[in-house]
């Protein structure tokens, strides 16, 4: 989003200044030359000799890797919605006078793209078709900007050999201007900060981020669309009603973890601050000479967004703060046009907080209404009984908005260690007698601290009678000289290792290493193997520069609810066997909650000529294993016998595969592995 909403203002200040500096027909052939050139990054692709590295900033390579990639095609594409409102106020067109409607019709195309691409593209095309249709309609867009342009210039034929007149260097004043950026701000800011915070409580869900996105774009759709029922006044009610729903979720009144409905709540109030935040700034949109310059705002606030929540938040707060933050600003969107901030306004707001938060529990020792949804209603009702009253007195809602938001800055968390990566929030704390390791929701880890001084016993799915450690303990196992573990977590495979195996781990996040490594939260790398290197970086491309030859590589690396998808595919499995000895056994750890990876390793299995076996391991209810976990593994290998093996044990199946076609990198559809589609099938 970041990438996108930069390269936004390049497109936007481009189409400002030739607007400005050039006539209409050479505005034309300029942009024109511009697509000529962007015709060279044709078909969209990633350089091969790309590669990650660890040691540098994961947010600076991805901005690279993006504009070499599809930069300059992207930059004259985004220069298409200014610059095709200022021609057609100039072509004498209906409407041509106030030509921002169109803005509305450019957000259907993106709306309809946002779709289309995961729902259509994705699951019919390969990435390799994908792009050669994108490049046939890179193409056709050029022979449609020349037609629009020629249509233009005939219109305005008396522009045609003559610079812009003067009223076009007319300008809005910079405090106008900084308006535009501010509220532009809001809806960027708070949509990247839904998305966070769903992908963080609930889980990254696939697709989940499209969902706010979509909102956000149909808010532009409805702001900038003629509607003449549609209006900041009458939009004040539902939108004090949002400010409400989404205080009241951030505030953790609600538990977020209890069900997918709660996440879907974000999406209207989501929907309903956009929508009151882009008609205000339609409301407040300057005559059509200026429009280039309203759209940089609205770009240079949209990026502000981005990097406020891509960049700044991750290095400044250690939890996710930046909704919190974002609300406070909706709130403030009330104030612009309402006149001075009464100190009768903050007077009122600060005495309808207490009683608020008294029962919501945030002041006081006990919370009057108890827990759960009795609490959540007592307070949705207090704070609706006081925007309603407080309704002449906007500056009050902002300050009962921040009273109960802002507490969340030093909420008192029992946490040993909690930090934020590129990757996500990493979260460390006790639990009774057992020690947690969370990404996201996602628990990577646990050790029981009355093991801390003692050689400690892996936990979790990695306990001594699951199905990793059946792989790692059998007399293959300890047999084999050389192991690597792609997934670092806390390191508790690394009990297993024997003195005279050589061990590596591969982790792409810097802070999972710090954590496994530091013996005051975990001590299983610290008492079990200390001086085994971890290889930082995508392991995909860590693995192909090695000169390593495994007996096991166990691939824990789709546990996580984001799955790396390109390190599940027909050429990533080929470079793990080419990692192998003759006999050597992959591992492949595929617990997930949304995901159901056999049948695609079944596809790649036979497409390689590998052999497979499976082993869905439960917990007894009357294990006396406390830190156990259910979990499901794949072992495959070249070598039938090594499968075989562990199939006469009787707790491996072998598994073959269904004869559809294998993942590739070219084409992998994760959605058809969701197991929801599993169950239908």
Same mark, same amino acid.
């Given at each position: ?31 024109? /030359?511009?697509? !000529?050139?962007?015709?060279?990054? &044709?078909? #969209? +692709?990633?350089?091969?000799?790309? *590669?990650? @590295?660890?040691? %540098? ?123 535009? /950026?501010?509220? !532009?701000?809001?809806?960027?800011? &708070?949509? #990247? +900060?839904?998305?966070?915070?769903? *992908?963080? @409580?609930?889980? %990254? ?477």
């Amino acid at each position: 989003m970041l990438f996108f909403q930069v390269v936004l203002i390049v497109g936007y200040i481009y189409a400002h200044l030739l607007t400005k500096l050039l006539s209409l027909r050479w505005q034309l052939v300029t942009h024109l /030359v511009f697509w !000529a050139t962007a015709l060279t990054f &044709l078909p #969209l +692709s990633v350089s091969e000799s790309w *590669s990650y @590295d660890a040691s %540098s900033s994961t947010a600076w390579q991805t901005l690279k890797l993006f504009a070499l990639g599809v930069g300059l095609p992207f930059a004259v594409l985004s220069a298409n919605a200014p610059l095709l409102q200022a021609w057609y106020a100039r072509s004498g067109g209906p409407s041509a006078d106030d030509p921002y409607f169109l803005y509305s019709a450019s957000n259907v195309g993106s709306l309809l793209a946002l779709l289309a691409f995961p729902l259509l593209a994705d699951p019919l095309l390969g990435a390799r078709e994908t792009s050669n249709i994108w490049s046939v309609g890179f193409v056709m867009f050029g022979g449609l900007l020349l037609i629009s342009g020629l249509v233009t210039v005939r219109g305005a034929n008396t522009f045609a050999a003559a610079p812009t007149s003067d009223v076009a260097y007319s300008t809005p004043k910079l405090k106008q201007i900084a308006k535009w /950026v501010i509220i !532009a701000f809001v809806p960027s800011s &708070l949509m #990247l +900060s839904f998305t966070t915070k769903a *992908s963080t @409580d609930l889980g %990254s869900i696939p697709l989940i981020w499209v969902i706010p996105l979509a909102t956000y774009l149909l808010s532009f759709i409805f702001a900038f669309a003629k509607l003449k029922s549609l209006s900041v006044r009458s939009l004040q009610m539902p939108m004090l009603m949002a400010l409400v729903l989404g205080t009241v979720l951030l505030t953790k009144i609600i538990n977020q973890h209890t069900t997918a409905f709660i996440f879907l709540l974000y999406v209207p109030v989501l929907f309903v601050i956009a929508l009151y935040a882009h008609r205000l700034l339609y409301e407040m949109r300057p005559p059509a000479e200026q429009l280039t310059v309203f759209y940089i705002a609205l770009s240079v606030g949209g990026a502000f967004g981005g990097l406020f929540n891509s960049i700044i938040a991750p290095l400044v707060f250690w939890q996710e703060f930046e909704a919190q933050l974002t609300m406070i600003l909706a709130g403030g969107l009330l104030l612009f046009g309402t006149g001075a901030i009464t100190p009768r306004a903050l007077a009122l707001g600060l005495l309808a907080s207490f009683p608020i938060l008294y029962s919501a529990g945030v002041i006081g020792t006990s919370n009057p209404f108890g827990d759960g949804t009795s609490q959540a209603v007592a307070v949705i009702s207090m704070m609706l009984a006081a925007f309603v009253l407080l309704r002449n007195q906007l500056a009050g809602i902002v300050v009962i908005i921040a009273a109960l938001l802002l507490p969340a800055f030093w909420d008192n968390d029992d946490s040993l260690f909690q930090d934020r990566s590129f990757f996500g929030t990493h979260r460390v704390s006790t639990l009774g007698n057992q020690r947690l390791y969370q990404n996201g929701t996602t628990l990577h880890g646990l050790q029981f601290e009355s093991e801390f001084g003692t050689r400690p016993t892996p936990q979790t799915y990695y306990y001594p009678k699951g199905p990793m450690a059946q792989v790692i303990t059998s007399e293959f196992g300890r047999q084999s000289d050389s192991i690597g573990i792609v997934g670092l977590g806390v390191g508790a495979l690394s009990c297993y290792k024997l003195p005279t195996q050589e061990w590596a781990f591969f982790e792409i996040d810097v802070m999972v290493d710090r954590v496994a490594r530091d013996p005051s939260l975990f001590t299983y790398i610290s008492e079990c193997a200390p001086d085994t290197p971890t290889h930082l970086g995508d392991a995909r491309i860590v693995l192909a520069k090695t000169d390593y030859t495994f007996d096991i590589l166990v691939l824990d690396a789709y546990s996580s609810d984001a799955i790396p998808l390109h390190l599940i595919t027909k050429e990533a499995v080929q470079m793990y066997t080419e990692r192998l000895a003759d006999d050597g056994v992959l591992v492949f750890h595929i617990s997930n909650r949304y995901y159901e990876l056999s049948a695609p390793l079944a596809r790649i299995s036979k497409a390689l000529g590998l052999h497979m076996a499976l082993q869905e391991h439960f917990i007894p209810d009357d294990t006396e294993d406390l830190g156990a976990s259910h979990s499901i593994v794949v072992i495959v290998s070249p070598d039938e016998t090594r499968i075989d093996s562990f199939v006469e044990n009787g707790k491996w199946q072998p598994v073959l595969s269904d004869g559809r076609e294998p993942w590739t990198d070219d084409k992998a559809n994760l959605l058809s592995a969701l197991k929801w589609e599993q169950d239908k099938k």
